[in-house]
């Protein structure tokens, strides 16, 4: 969660400065600082992953992985700033783990709260809006864009982003449909009235 509330804002603000400039090869001291918090975080991601995989899930040692491969691979020296921009801007959808990880604590301390399905639903709306209604456009616009400048860049970069790229659009897919499946059946539940 504090990945989210130190990077959102950042990446909010290189976004406003990118979006005047370049998609692909942006560069200031602010996204540079950006990546580096955030590789670090999805290094430490990464680590918890591997130490309790029972409790983290598969989904997050993808995002670990991905969050890793990301942030590391357009830092490389070749072919830098190539794809920095896009990367941060992608960053936003980190909003949506604030929420998740609420939910997540309030499920161990106390999962009869009140606030629980409040914040279920907050988690949901915003996974959906930042990764899916946002996301999955601007990752299927920016693969669009990259089809004209592919020559612009190093080939290995342009291969990492455009797998980086795909799995993001599919894994954000899936678990959108598998949230708004969820919440559908959960909303459509009549609800149990106590006498």
């Not at 580096?36 to 290094?43: A, E, K, M, P």
């Amino acid at each position: 969660m504090l990945h989210a509330c130190v990077t959102v804002p950042l990446a909010i603000y290189v976004t406003y400065q990118a979006s005047f400039i370049d998609l692909f090869s942006y560069q200031s001291p602010a996204l540079t600082l950006l990546l580096s918090i955030s590789s670090g975080y999805f290094i430490w991601d990464l680590y918890v992953c591997y130490k309790r995989p029972e409790i983290v899930g598969t989904a997050m040692i993808f995002h670990a992985i991905m969050g890793i491969t990301a942030n590391l691979y357009v830092a490389l020296p070749h072919g830098r700033p190539a794809f920095q921009p896009v990367v941060s801007m992608m960053l936003l959808t980190e909003i949506s783990t604030i929420p998740l990880n609420l939910k997540g604590f309030i499920q161990v301390y106390n999962p009869q709260s009140k606030y629980y399905d409040s914040v279920l639903l907050v988690f949901a709306i915003s996974f959906l809006l930042v990764r899916c209604i946002i996301g999955v456009p601007f990752l299927l616009y920016s693969l669009y864009a990259l089809s004209y400048r592919i020559n612009d860049f190093p080939i290995d970069k342009s291969i990492v982003y455009i797998i980086e790229a795909i799995l993001a659009i599919v894994l954000n897919s899936y678990w959108g449909l598998f949230l708004g499946k969820k919440m559908y059946i959960k909303l459509s539940k009549p609800k149990q009235h106590s006498t």
